[in-house]
Structure formats: structure tokens, C-alpha cells
T-cell receptor, first 117, second 110 residues
């Protein structure tokens, strides 16, 4: 149980392109999903918390106009990196709480490796 | 601000050589401490949640323990398939955010 699927697993695109990443909870409903960014040899950095049906809450220093988050259903959240540049290249990972909400651990997708040329 | 420090950064063990990974934390009221395993190019895989000092949990060759200031992940007689990065994370009471450490990269040599 508590399977989170993330798509695509890898994206390579030109500078200036917008890229959408999907995060789905396959066997449970996720009212809250999280988006992280991970650089090599660094910890997972929370970018934003995504609540179904409401605006995402962004961490300090994360540009909300650059990283658009939509959580329109209980099983799907999307992260769109707008007008991506090489410095946006990173490993992006989503997660969701299992059924039971905040008393449960987060379950993670397998991440998206984004490379901007 | 919540902080998580993991040591060592990297650990190389012979197959069967038991050891422990350390996670030191500071948090304003612990809701939960989490251990995850992360393989290269993959998302973290959940291992354990610990909620209060003195609690212990086991799964196969892994055992996690918790005190008021730190947690240990004990690995007994590791196998090469235990090679991965092990992440520790904490969540404070009343907050959704989980703070992660950098992890310990474990390599088990046959």
C-alpha cells in the first residue's frame, strides 16, 4: 500500500522550456503532497506543500511563479517548472502522506531527473 | 529551526560486519523521527517511524532506536544488497514539514 508514482522519470530539454511533472497516489487518497528538490550530496529540500483544492504553501526562497503547483484531485499533484534554465537542473521528488494523514510517514515517488541544456 | 545531522557521511563495511549509523537532531517537540533508504536515482523508501525516547523498531537486519537527542540505525550482519544511502528525518509537533539529514552512504562489500 501507499504507492506514489511520479512521471516522467527523466527530462532533458532546452533552456526556456516549461516542464510538467506529475505525482500520483495510486492506492490511496492524498489530501497533502510535498515537492522536494535534491542536489548531489545534499539533503532533500522541501520546496512546497500541496493541499488538494487550495493554493500550495511555498518554502522561503522558492519562487512560486517559477514552480507552479496544482493539486486538483485527491490523487494527482503537478509541478510545472516554467521557463526552465540550467540552474533548475536537479532531481525533483514528490511525496504524500498515507491514509491517516499527518500521523503517517511520507511515501515518495521515484523522482524526476531534470536536465536543462 | 529543526536540524538533523547524520554521521558518518559514508561507511564501508565487509559483508557480515555489523555497525551503526547515527542521527542527531534538534526539534521543538518531536512528533516523529523517520528512517528511509534511498537507492541511486530513486526516491526514498520508508523504513521506520519512531515517536518517543526508548522506542525501538526492527525489520530484518535493521534496528532503529531513539533517545531524546539522537537515533541509531543498527545494521546486523549486512549484505551487499543493504548498500544504499540511509536518510533520517524529523517532524515537529504541529507542523507538516519534515526536515531531512544529508544521509549516510553505506557500501557493503562481499
Amino acid at each position: 500500500g501507499a504507492v506514489v508514482s511520479q512521471h516522467p522519470s527523466r527530462v532533458i530539454c532546452k533552456s526556456g522550456t516549461s516542464v510538467k511533472i506529475e505525482c500520483r497516489s495510486l492506492d490511496f487518497q492524498a489530501t497533502t503532497m510535498f515537492w522536494y528538490r535534491q542536489f548531489p550530496k545534499q539533503s532533500l529540500m522541501l520546496m512546497a506543500t500541496s493541499n488538494e483544492g487550495s493554493k500550495a504553501t511555498y518554502e522561503q526562497g522558492v519562487e512560486k511563479d517559477k514552480f507552479l503547483i496544482n493539486h486538483a484531485s485527491l490523487t494527482l499533484s503537478t509541478l510545472t517548472v516554467t521557463s526552465a534554465h540550467p540552474e533548475d537542473s536537479s532531481f525533483y521528488i514528490c511525496s504524500a502522506w498515507g491514509s491517516g494523514g499527518g500521523n503517517q510517514p511520507q511515501h515518495f515517488g521515484d523522482g524526476t531527473r531534470l536536465s536543462i541544456l | 529551526e529543526d536540524q538533523v545531522t547524520q554521521s558518518p557521511e559514508a561507511l564501508r563495511l565487509q559483508e557480515g560486519e555489523s555497525s551503526s549509523l547515527n542521527c542527531s537532531y534538534t526539534v521543538s517537540g518531536l512528533r516523529g523521527l523517520f528512517w528511509y533508504r534511498q537507492d541511486p536515482g530513486k526516491g526514498p523508501e520508508f523504513l521506520f517511524t519512531l515517536y518517543s525516547a526508548g522506542e525501538e523498531k526492527e525489520k530484518e537486519r535493521l534496528k532503529a532506536t531513539l533517545t531524546k537527542k539522537e537515533s541509531f540505525l543498527h545494521i546486523t550482519a549486512p549484505k551487499p544488497e543493504d548498500s544504499a544511502t540511509y536518510l533520517c528525518a524529523v517532524q515537529a509537533e504541529g507542523y507538516q514539514k519534515v526536515t531531512f539529514g544529508i544521509g549516510t552512504k553505506l557500501q557493503v562489500i562481499p
